[in-house]
T-cell receptor, first 112, second 113 residues
Framework: DAGVIQSPRHEVTEMGQEVTLRCKPI?????LFWYRQTMMRGLELLIY????????DSGMPEDRFSAKMPNASFSTLKIQPSEPRDSAVYFC??????????FGPGTRLLVL | DQQVKQNSPSLSVQEGRISILNCDYT??????FLWYKKYPAEGPTFLIS?????DKNEDGRFTVFLNKSAKHLSLHIVPSQPGDSAVYFC????????????FGGGTRLMVKP
């Protein structure tokens, strides 16, 4: 198994542009999480899906952020419009039942 | 309001010695705790966990101790190796169902050869 796959690994964009981050979870893992890591706030949960359904999005910073999971093997996190303060490393993680979460390698986003 | 806190942002230890990473929490209802390890340019990986009904869990060189009265847990690495140099996060369930995690801010461990 290739583990959690995230793309792109690095993204540099200009303020105001739309950014789409992608995640392919481990096959069969029915829970998916999007996290953001910054120096100031550490690792914070943005949104959690279970069986493709968003369960808790209380961590999503504001309306500029949206996430979808159209099927069990794909999820996106979109930022529109992006701002410099969105610069961070974004992680996708997945989980099977009660087991621990497995993280992807992350997408390092820089908004200029 | 951070429910899990790691007050030491960094720790430097000599190879072969013990590394002790600390974590404090505020919610006495947490059922379990986890430690994750993160190398640069990689995602966090699960290291070790402990149930709240235990006070110690050991896995090779890694031992986690839980002091419920003090709401404190610690990760001991003995002996420390240069390959242990990484950022360590403690985590606890963020909701009653336990399917979401809340993480501490992390501690960067540097093991010097």
């Amino acid at each position: 198994d290739a583990g959690v796959i995230q793309s792109p690994r690095h993204e540099v964009t200009e303020m105001g542009q739309e950014v789409t981050l992608r995640c392919k979870p481990i096959s069969g893992h029915n829970s998916l999480f999007w996290y953001r890591q910054t120096m100031m706030r550490g690792l914070e949960l943005l949104i959690y899906f279970n069986n493709n359904v968003p369960i808790d999005d209380s961590g999503m910073p504001e309306d500029r952020f949206s996430a979808k999971m159209p099927n069990a093997s794909f999820s996106t996190l979109k930022i529109q419009p992006s701002e410099p303060r969105d610069s961070a490393v974004y992680f996708c993680a997945c989980r099977l039942a009660q087991e621990t979460q497995y993280f992807g390698p992350g997408t390092r986003l820089l908004v200029l | 309001d951070q429910q899990v806190k790691q007050n030491s942002p960094s720790l430097s230890v000599q190879e072969g010695r013990i590394s002790i990473l600390n974590c404090d929490y505020t919610n006495s209802m947490f059922d379990y705790f986890l430690w994750y390890k993160k190398y640069p340019a990689e995602g966090p990986t699960f290291l070790i966990s402990i149930s709240s009904i235990k006070d110690k869990n050991e896995d090779g060189r890694f031992t986690v101790f839980l002091n419920k009265s003090a709401k404190h847990l610690s990760l001991h690495i003995v002996p420390s190796q240069p390959g242990d140099s990484a950022v360590y996060f403690c985590a606890a369930p963020a909701n009653n169902a336990g399917n979401m995690l809340t993480f501490g801010g992390g501690t960067r461990l540097m093991v010097k050869p």
